[in-house]
């Protein structure tokens, strides 16, 4: 074998492989950081989440998540959320708050797996248009929830708004007075 063939054979066996098409729209791809002295590949950033809603002809749409003073996103009335994380999560809990902070009645799911967490929201009913919506992620017990790297994460408020005019109450229903005989 000459040297020119052995040379081309170690640079095809070192190539990278090409990325998968296969991988979920919802989640954020992450590269493997640079490599250390020793050639091992460096850990991964800390956890990453992503929300999506379920639209009224079955498909996903991403609810952006944005900072305390930029205002809340419109969605279309959902009945079903997914939450996503790029890595495991340990000692957290997922509740969904309406605008008087109340929590809200769902149906939840947990899928974890040692590269995330898939978590499913079900709603008996979908959210009300008009109204605001709080997704909060924060610990279950004690001061903080940790990723499977064992990093400490802070406590995330994803704000959200239904589009659509605000539904009104319905009026209180009217006492009929009784006469006196």
Not at 5 to 33: F, I, N, R, W, Y
Not at 90 to 102: C, H, I, K, P
């Amino acid at each position: 074998m000459s040297f020119a063939v052995c040379v081309a054979a170690l640079l095809v066996a070192g190539c990278p492989k090409p990325s998968t098409p296969g991988e979920d729209a919802g989640t954020t791809a992450t590269e493997p950081g640079p490599e250390t002295d020793s050639g091992a590949i460096a850990e991964p950033g800390p956890a990453s989440f992503t929300l999506q809603y379920v639209l009224a002809d079955a498909g996903m749409d991403a609810i952006p998540l944005v900072g305390p003073d930029e205002g809340r996103p419109l969605i279309e009335p959902t009945s079903r959320l997914e939450l996503r994380s790029t890595l495991a999560l340990r000692n957290y809990r997922v509740r969904l708050f309406d605008e008087v902070e109340r929590a809200m009645v769902s149906d939840d799911a947990a899928e974890e797996s040692a590269t995330g967490l898939l978590y499913r929201i079900s709603l008996p009913t979908p959210l009300k248009t008009g109204h605001k919506y709080t997704l909060v992620i924060d610990a279950q017990t004690g001061t903080s929830m940790t990723d499977s790297q064992g990093r400490e994460l802070p406590d995330l408020r994803i704000p959200f708004q239904v589009s659509g005019e605000k539904e009104k109450p319905a009026p209180p229903a009217k006492k009929q007075k009784q006469r006196r005989r």
